[in-house]
């Protein structure tokens, strides 16, 4: 069994382990980087660690979307570096089973379902689990600035 928090983009819920989450704070000004990919909003001084930010509307594909007082960096650990994804909100920390996570349906193949591991159905609520380092791609680390 594994804990995982969970988070949300427009109407759906996401997850991904709390083991890869280091904090989570409310947005804060991001600046933007020259020639950085369009789903990289930018980077953010937290704490003095300046962190590459990725908008996961973006990254998915996603309806454009505004900054709400819900909206959160979530700062997560991936092999490379530090990264902050930029989502709607963060709702809580569900356990969630390894069997209770299925295979993504064929149907999900593509832009989204790229990133995923699989989908898990919790009280009726369906959440759909990442695959961080899918999610992160390349390598934040050699953006121009």
């Known amino acids: 069994m594994g804990q995982y928090v969970?988070?949300?983009l427009g109407k759906q819920?996401?997850?991904?382990p709390v083991r890869n989450v280091r904090e989570i704070v409310?947005?804060?000004e991001i600046t933007k980087v020259p020639h950085a990919p369009e789903h990289v909003a930018?980077?953010?001084?937290?704490?003095?660690?300046?962190i590459p930010v990725?908008?996961?509307h973006k990254r998915f594909s996603l309806?454009?979307?505004q900054v709400?007082?819900?909206s959160r960096i979530m700062v997560v650990e991936s092999s490379d570096e530090d990264v902050g994804f930029l989502v709607d909100s963060?709702?809580?920390v569900v356990h969630i089973q390894e069997d209770e996570i299925g295979e993504p349906s064929g149907l999900l193949k593509g832009k989204e379902g790229d990133y995923l591991i699989g989908v898990a159905n919790l009280e009726e609520k369906l959440i759909l689990v990442l695959d961080l380092e899918k999610v992160v791609g390349e390598k934040l680390s050699e953006l121009e600035v």
């Open 6 to 8: 969970v988070f949300g």
């Open 13 to 16: 819920n996401y997850a991904l």
């Open 26 to 28: 409310p947005v804060k």
């Open 42 to 50: 930018g980077i953010v001084d937290i704490r003095g660690l300046v």
């Open 54 to 56: 990725i908008d996961l």
């Open 63 to 65: 309806a454009d979307w």
């Open 68 to 70: 709400t007082d819900d």
């Open 90 to 92: 963060v709702s809580e």
